[in-house]
Nanobody
């Protein structure tokens, strides 16, 4: 499974950004996908995940009501709409896929910087 991300950048607090992730390869083996982020000096953390079959989502408390995950199965694409951004959302964001073979796949990471 290969994951290629796009989007991100610099935005002022209160603004919005959209991240995209294009998946290719053994798409059929993906059990769930999601977005993680890692801020400087901190561990990588889950932002939101979505299961492939049911579409069940799990959001981190810190982003509930502000971030929205969506997918386009026809395009094998995953999106993260980020609204009402805060300075503490600044991080490198990674697209993730978890396969039925219990393997983790990662995108290259995209920097999101929110200026206060």
């Amino acid at each position: 499974v290969q994951l290629v991300e796009s989007g991100g950048g610099l935005v002022q607090a209160g603004g919005s950004l959209r991240l995209s992730c294009a998946a290719s390869g053994s798409i059929f083996s993906i059990n769930s996908m999601g977005w993680y982020r890692q801020a400087p000096g901190k561990q990588r953390e889950l932002v939101v995940a979505i299961t492939s079959t049911t579409g069940h989502t799990v959001y981190a408390d810190s982003v509930k009501g502000r971030f929205t995950i969506s997918r386009d199965n026809a395009k094998n694409a995953l999106y993260l709409q980020m609204d009402s951004l805060k300075a503490e959302d600044t991080a490198v964001y990674y697209c993730n896929a978890w396969s039925m073979e219990r393997k983790d796949y990662w995108g290259q990471g995209n920097q999101v910087t929110v200026s206060s």
